[in-house]
T-cell receptor, first 115, second 111 residues
Framework: EAQVTQNPRYLITVTGKKLTVTCSQN?????MSWYRQDPGLGLRQIYY???????DKGDVPEGYKVSRKEKRNFPLILESPSPNQTSLYFC??????????????FGNGTRLTVT | SQQGEEDPQALSIQEGENATMNCSYK?????LQWYRQNSGRGLVHLIL?????REKHSGRLRVTLDTSKKSSSLLITASRAADTASYFC???????????FGKGITLSVRP
């Protein structure tokens, strides 16, 4: 079964304490992306990766890091979380080979609260 | 930057009625996609329409695309209470495989 697995599902942390949200996919897709979802703002892209060792900033990259050491994993790192990073985070992947006519597959989300 | 904007922001209908949701966008696209999100869960892809297509059907879903007006509509026929969810349009301009999402429409279907 095609899956995008995010962990943890819920996370409460304090300002400044480094954290990592993991994302793994079993579809062998090159493209992976992180979004955050906030009320009234919709989904905004944080970072994306076109392939292993290739990452790029999205629309709201400040305060986040990512890495893509292997195809299936794309962790999101918050080196020093702040309360304005409290949000619902989604990892997503798509088949980016050939024409750009493929859907995104989303994980179930990580609800992060930073106090 | 927001590419797609959905309209209305919220829609409440009776079970059995049709629900029509609209999306407008600003720049040329390769395709436009509609997604559904149940409360707090991940988005699920519903339907994709390419820029050279005008209408597409999938079960009770009908999507239209008017590239001259830069707009799309999603019609859900014979709605059910289980259709209650948020619906998002997303545009694919072909740049960096990125999909840009609108803010979503909250659909409530009353039993």
């Amino acid at each position: 079964e095609a899956q995008v697995t995010q962990n943890p599902r819920y996370l409460i942390t304090v300002t400044g304490k480094k954290l990592t949200v993991t994302c793994s996919q079993n579809m062998n897709h090159e493209y992976m992306s992180w979004y955050r979802q906030d009320p009234g703002l919709g989904l905004r892209q944080i970072y994306y990766s076109m392939n292993v060792e290739v990452t790029d900033k999205g629309d709201v990259p400040e305060g986040y890091k990512v890495s893509r050491k292997e195809k299936r994993n794309f962790p999101l790192i918050l080196e020093s979380p702040s309360p304005n990073q409290t949000s619902l985070y989604f990892c997503a992947t798509r088949d980016a080979t050939g024409a750009h006519n493929s859907p995104l597959h989303f994980g179930n989300g990580t609800r992060l609260t930073v106090t | 930057s927001q590419q797609g904007e959905e309209d209305p922001q919220a829609l409440s209908i009776q079970e059995g009625e049709n629900a029509t949701m609209n999306c407008s966008y600003k720049t040329s696209i390769n395709n436009l996609q509609w997604y559904r999100q149940n409360s707090g869960r991940g988005l699920v892809h519903l339907i994709l329409i390419r820029s050279n297509e005008r209408e597409k059907h999938s079960g009770r879903l009908r999507v239209t695309l008017d590239t001259s007006k830069k707009s799309s509509s999603l019609l859900i026929t014979a709605s059910r209470a289980a259709d209650t969810a948020s619906y998002f349009c997303a545009t694919d301009t072909g740049a960096n495989s990125k999909l840009t999402f609108g803010k979503g429409i909250t659909l409530s279907v009353r039993p």
